[in-house]
């Protein structure tokens, strides 16, 4: 879910290291990572060995149909240990300086089932005493794409992951100077790692092992850096109950219909 281009190469040798380790034991395992396919397409194809989902649609949507294999814990501003937030940008063109702001603005959202994009701006706003709702919500497609509406004037507001809102500090230096953080959204368990349900338990294990092994390897250092990725936590699934708590939060509150 974080692989931008500037860190390609970094979730590259991470995956290498991950083969080598399921090699290692016998397990076959793709000799790179598919870049091909749309973010969930793989979720429930019975083959999955290895992919990343938001917490909401693990939440809502994928219990039961996939396995949990683990929680990559990040140092990025805004996460704790499993846990993340999501920094709430306005355009500086906008005048936007706190949630009090917004209202008359238009949101740019990442994805409808996005926790981070969509329901951490919609939890923030009902968790803030005269917190105002925008005018109208736009669909942008990604987190990348939402910061470049706010740059480009074509949007006000946004919720942006904290871990992708640290890559942008990084790599998007020009979109960043055009927008502020005016609020951080309440903590969520983090984006987790699944598998399929047909993958063996042995596999499972296996895959936590090499995981906690890419935590452990000291010519990864480099990688994790550049990911922020500082550890490997197995959860239990009730831990993702917290999103669904924070959902019935924001659904009290009203929202503008999400369009294109």
Not at 103 to 129: F, I, K, M
Not at 195 to 204: D, Q
Not at 207 to 218: D, T, W
Request: glycine share 6%; with cysteine; aromatic share 6%.
């Amino acid at each position: 879910m974080y692989d931008w281009p500037d860190v390609y190469a970094h979730n590259d040798a991470i995956w290498d290291f991950v083969r080598a380790q399921l090699a290692d034991q016998g397990i076959p395992a793709p000799v790179k990572l598919d870049r091909g396919l749309r973010y969930s397409q793989p979720w429930r194809q019975p083959d999955l060995l290895l992919a990343q989902t938001c917490g909401f649609p693990f939440a809502t949507e994928l219990r039961g149909q996939v396995q949990l294999v683990a929680t990559p814990c990040y140092s990025a501003p805004g996460c704790e240990g499993t846990n993340y937030s999501s920094m709430i940008i306005a355009s500086r063109a906008s005048g936007i300086t706190s949630l009090e702001d917004l209202g008359g603005a238009t949101a740019s959202v990442n994805s409808e089932h996005s926790q981070s994009g969509h329901w951490a701006l919609r939890e923030a706003l009902a968790l803030t005493p005269g917190g105002a709702l925008p005018k109208r919500a736009v669909l942008s497609g990604g987190h990348l794409e939402s910061l470049t509406l706010l740059a480009n004037g074509d949007a006000d507001v946004a919720a942006i992951d904290a871990v992708c809102w640290a890559l942008a500090l990084r790599y998007e230096p020009s979109a960043v100077a055009k927008v502020r953080v005016i609020a951080q959204s309440p903590m969520a368990p983090g984006l987790p790692l699944i598998t399929s349900l047909a993958t063996p338990v042995s596999t499972l294990e296996a895959l936590r092992e090499a995981l906690q092994a890419v935590i452990a390897a000291p010519h990864l250092a480099g990688a994790r850096e550049a990911l922020f990725l500082t550890a490997i936590e197995v959860l239990p699934e009730t831990a993702y109950e917290r999103i669904l708590d924070l959902k019935r939060l924001a659904d009290a509150m009203p929202f503008p219909a999400l369009g294109a």
